[in-house]
């Protein structure tokens, strides 16, 4: 075979032509390690495939263009590389060949039908997995693919995954020449594994050689990778066998092969959750193996693995990068995860906006836990700052909820490190003090609360004009520093203390409505949830898009004023309006708006201005709105959703009523439950609209402070004081020192972190890179995903990858998206369906698409790649799926 490796044929010298897991894997396998059958195809065959179809040329066109500075632009152009790749056809030969080798593969394995066999699709770059440098997560994988056709689909996707965003980043960062790293494709038999994980012969945490640590759960090792479980963790003398560390979690969910291709998550059985997933012999079977391993490699190794029928399974093999030097010594590392920031801060942050939300973040936590009777840690640091991004510490947040049981305790900290995120258990009761402390305590804040935000609005509210009536230019630094100080950590502090809390609870409650409706409803709870909580008036959102809206009908109405806003040059429209009487009578109620709206954010960071100081995306909108069909007006769509969500509420009344128990007991607490949602779920949107409103008080202050620093030199730019913290405004408040070296270097670390990928999460100097497991696709092109808001759509995919490129959506088309928070919202007036890569039912994006009555589905991992840009696909939003090609 030209293209083909079988693993036994394969050795380290092989890595040029297999990339480095498919070395590895021949390596073990020919050293007799059990190794699931498979083969590689090589990275000749990539080749091969860029010459035949002549994309070369067009690839380096595009690589020519890219501006690493510029991370919006890069997502987009790699984009088109991927796409380039998807659409072509496997070259006759080769597909021949590699059908070949799957239908072999099918008859080792005793299949019945050698062309349905079930594999793994691994990425195996040829610079992968190396000792000096681990691509490990800069491709992808894809598991359970079944069928022909299938697999040929997926070696593309695989092809294609060369060259995303974060690939292209990080090779740039380690200097590799985009032309000279190939990628071979691993083809591997699937384990339907009873038991999988992780395992580290060595501690890459403190670098004890002697230790080898093994995180284990049920079903697949992506349920851990992904943070969908906690998993066991086991610490073992690697020449004893005596287990030093045994940490049993409560592992109520797993990942598991679907029967249609893909994966599904699943609940564990109950007996199953909080009990080992390997006993005390299968853990020393497993590290007499992995020593076996590291003794074949002579360095301490990150091993996958699987436990199927009696058999241990070894699905990758690589050196641990991160490792220690056995002279160095390290304190046992807290885990730090950024899942819940993903979708709040797409982009790094300023070095002035860290240094505020980490201590206000800090403060926030505090507060949740106080107020359900937890006593914080005081010598744990509740959130760091890495790559200009926050993240939870999680070693933080179950000290402060250790009281709790494990099978209360895991699922709790899950969902604080991410409230926005999908979780698939059910809420669970337990019998002790500290779990009814919390329950009555949240009880109360329920209650308490409608009652506390008029009070904390009010005060915040007057705080922030105080602060922007300030004359900032009579005063003098200190006094500047102090009144930003007095208002950040007062009353802005105490509004986002009870943000939190408020999404904490909301969720939970969120949770408890489907629970109280599944057993009469059954599988229709979910999407008759979602329904009851749309429609809602009093949306901050709702108001900003809907003022905008109208807006854009004044406009629309005047030929003059509509003829101007078409031209799309900002710098010349408020001189052309100012022209004419409908241009004045416009710019009147457009400076109306910004007075109201104008503190809205185009990224939420100090750094960038607002719409009241640029107001380019108002005027983008409207553009926008200009072509829209006026039965798209928001104002008759709320009117509708409303009256929809009324009439569910008597039909759910009216289910309930046929028995006592549902009568009496089930629907007074929904009905009670359902107001507080209600409330909650608005004024959280409130709240989140309301902190921006110090941002253009704040900038202004601090463009004023910038402007002097630089006068006297000891700061190059004004802008440079974004680039300062807080406690060295304070300082240079009292005594300028010079800081532009400073500013230097953070501004270069800046502009590197706009180009990196992110870790999801950090554990002392392990970085773990994450993209949440693939979406379950079958056969008919269906991706799953989370139910965000009901209803289905058909229609012509979007895909829109940042603010700079919203003016390519068409009305009726569905939007897909890495992620959306509020500035996308007023798009939600065009599109007719919302795909996102991340988020859940609470997340901005689902909240506000319930609010323009649009179905959308949430969390589809790399749904930009997977969802071509102007397919046909269908979105459910009842069922949390898109399905591709529907309608084709």
Not at 101 to 121: D, I, N
Not at 383 to 397: K, L
């Amino acid at each position: 075979m030209n293209y083909i490796r079988w693993f036994e044929e394969i050795s380290s010298a092989d890595i040029d032509k297999v990339g480095g897991k498919g070395a590895n894997l021949g390596v073990m396998a020919g050293a007799g390690f059990p190794v699931p059958p498979g083969f590689c195809l090589t990275a000749q065959a990539y080749r091969e495939f860029i010459d035949e179809t002549h994309l070369g040329e067009s690839i380096q066109q595009i690589l020519a263009k890219i501006d690493l500075g510029n991370p919006d632009q890069v997502e987009t152009l790699t984009g088109r590389i991927r796409n380039l790749i998807t659409i072509q056809q496997v070259p006759d030969d080769m597909a021949g060949e590699i059908l070949e080798g799957y239908s072999q593969l099918g008859m080792k394995l005793g299949l019945a039908t050698p062309a349905f066999a079930a594999v793994a699709v691994r990425s195996s770059a040829t610079a992968e997995d190396l000792p000096t440098a681990s691509f490990a997560g800069q491709q992808d994988t894809y598991l359970n693919v079944r069928g022909e056709q299938a697999l040929l689909e997926h070696i593309k996707r695989c092809w294609a995954s060369l060259w995303t965003a974060r690939a292209v980043t990080y090779r740039a960062k380690q200097g590799f020449d985009h032309q000279k790293v190939y990628l071979a494709v691993v083809v591997q038999s699937m384990i339907p594994s009873e038991v999988s994980g992780i395992m580290f012969t060595a501690n890459p945490v403190d670098g004890n050689r002697d230790v080898a640590v093994i995180n284990a759960s049920w079903g697949l090792g992506e349920a851990i990778v992904s943070g969908l479980v906690t998993p066991d963790t086991l610490s073992l003398n690697k020449l004893s066998g005596e287990i030093l560390v045994r940490q049993i979690a409560f592992k109520e969910c797993a990942i598991q092969y679907s029967d249609d291709g893909g994966i599904i998550t699943v609940q564990t059985p109950s007996d199953y959750q909080d009990i080992p997933a390997l006993n005390d012999q299968q853990a020393c079977e497993l590290v007499a193996l992995g020593c076996k391993i590291e003794g074949h490699y002579g360095a301490p190794q990150d091993i996958e693995w699987a436990y199927y029928q009696g058999q241990w399974y070894l699905l990758q093999a690589r050196p641990i990068t991160t490792m220690t030097k056995p002279e160095e010594k390290a304190s046992p590392a807290d885990e730090f995860n950024r899942t819940m920031f993903v979708e709040i801060f797409p982009d790094p942050l300023s070095p002035s906006f860290c240094s505020v939300i980490q201590s206000l973040f800090h403060s926030m936590l505090d507060f949740t836990f106080s107020t359900w009777g937890f006593k914080p840690s005081q010598e744990v640091q509740a959130v760091g700052i890495f790559y200009n991004q926050p993240y939870f510490n999680r070693n933080y947040i179950e000290a402060a909820v250790t009281p709790l049981s494990p099978r209360v305790r895991e699922p709790l900290v899950t969902q604080i490190v991410n409230p926005f995120g999908d979780y698939h258990g059910r809420t669970h009761v337990e019998l002790s003090l500290p779990y009814f402390r919390m329950a009555l305590r949240t009880l109360r804040f329920m209650v308490d609360f409608p009652k506390l935000l008029p009070g904390l609005l009010a005060r915040y509210q007057a705080d922030v004009e105080s602060i922007t009536a300030l004359p900032e230019r009579e005063m003098s630094d200190a006094e500047l520093v102090a009144a930003m100080k007095h208002v950040l950590f007062g009353s802005t502090r105490q509004l986002l203390d009870y943000d939190f809390l408020l999404i904490a609870v909301t969720k939970r409650v969120f949770q408890l409505l489907g629970d109280l409706l599944e057993p009469y409803f059954g599988e229709e709870a979910g999407a008759l949830r979602s329904k009851l909580v749309s429609g809602m008036t009093g949306n901050a959102t709702m108001k900003t898009n809907i003022y905008l809206w109208d807006l854009a009908q004044m406009a629309k109405a005047s030929p003059s004023v509509r003829d101007a806003l078409r031209e799309r040059n900002d710098e010349i429209l408020v001189q052309q309006l100012e022209e004419s009487t409908d241009g004045r009578a416009f710019l009147d109620e457009l400076y109306k708006f910004l007075k109201t709206f104008g503190h809205r954010e185009v990224r939420l960071d100090i750094l960038y201005p607002t719409w009241c100081e640029d107001p380019s995306p108002v005027f983008n909108f409207m553009r926008g709105y200009l072509d829209v069909r006026e039965d798209q007006d928001p104002h008759a769509q709320q009117a509708r959703l409303a009256q929809q969500r009324q009439e569910l509420k008597e039909q759910v009344k009216a289910r309930l009523a046929r028995d006592s128990r549902g009568r009496h007991l089930i629907w007074p607490v929904f009905h009670w439950l359902l107001e507080h949602i209600e409330f909650h779920t608005r004024e959280r949107d409130t709240m989140h609209f309301e902190m921006t409103r110090i941002f253009p008080p704040f900038r202004r202050i601090l463009r004023e402070l910038g402007s002097r620093w630089s006068a006297c030199g000891v700061i190059q730019e004004p802008d440079d004081i974004f680039f300062l913290t807080f406690d060295e405004w304070e300082a240079m408040a009292n005594k300028a020192e010079p800081m532009s070296e400073i500013v230097s270097k953070r501004r270069e670390e800046f502009e590197i972190n706009k180009r990196r990928p992110w870790p999801n999460v950090i554990i002392g100097r392990q970085e773990i890179y994450t993209q949440g497991a693939e979406p379950t696709k079958d056969g008919s092109g269906r991706l799953g995903g989370v139910a965000g808001s009901p209803g289905v759509v058909t229609g012509r995919a979007r895909v829109i990858r940042g603010p700079e490129e919203f003016h390519l959506l068409q009305e009726g088309e569905i939007l897909v998206a890495p992620l959306t928070n509020p500035v996308w919202t007023p798009l939600f007036a065009i599109a007719s369906g919302l795909v996102t890569e991340v988020g859940g039912i609470l997340s901005h994006g689902a909240i506000v698409a319930r609010e323009y009555g649009i179905p959308a589905v949430m969390s589809i991992a790399n749904a930009t790649q997977h969802v071509l840009d102007g397919q046909t696909i269908m979105v459910d939003g009842n069922q949390g799926c898109v399905y591709l090609g529907a309608g084709d």
